[in-house]
């Protein structure tokens, strides 16, 4: 999801989060069955919400993808990929 995102966007994209042991998935109160624990998921963030939509709107309708989340209002958008392509295509706003 990330690189052809990259490509597309053309500019930097910063990864708030990647993978996270289980200790920092604690630390930071992610969910007990985060797929960021899994390497499967990442925030990802322009510095720019509308910009954020942006990336999250390109996701959507151009990406496989298992969950794509706006994250607090597109403060950050979560997304997620299972390489054994059980993707679930499932949208969420938390
Ligand atoms: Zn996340």
């Known amino acids: 999801v990330l690189d052809p995102l990259r490509t597309w966007w053309g500019k930097p994209i910063t ?51 298992d969950q794509l989340i706006d994250e607090s209002n597109f403060a950050w958008v979560h997304v997620s990929y299972r390489a054994d392509g059980n993707n679930r295509m499932q949208v969420l706003k938390l």
């Open 15 to 65: 990864v708030n989060s990647g993978y996270r042991c289980p200790e920092l998935n604690a630390a930071v109160k992610g969910s007990k069955t985060s797929q960021h624990m899994s390497g499967q998921a990442a925030d990802i963030d322009t510095g720019d919400r509308q910009q954020n939509k942006l990336l999250f709107e390109h996701i959507r309708k151009n990406l496989p993808f």
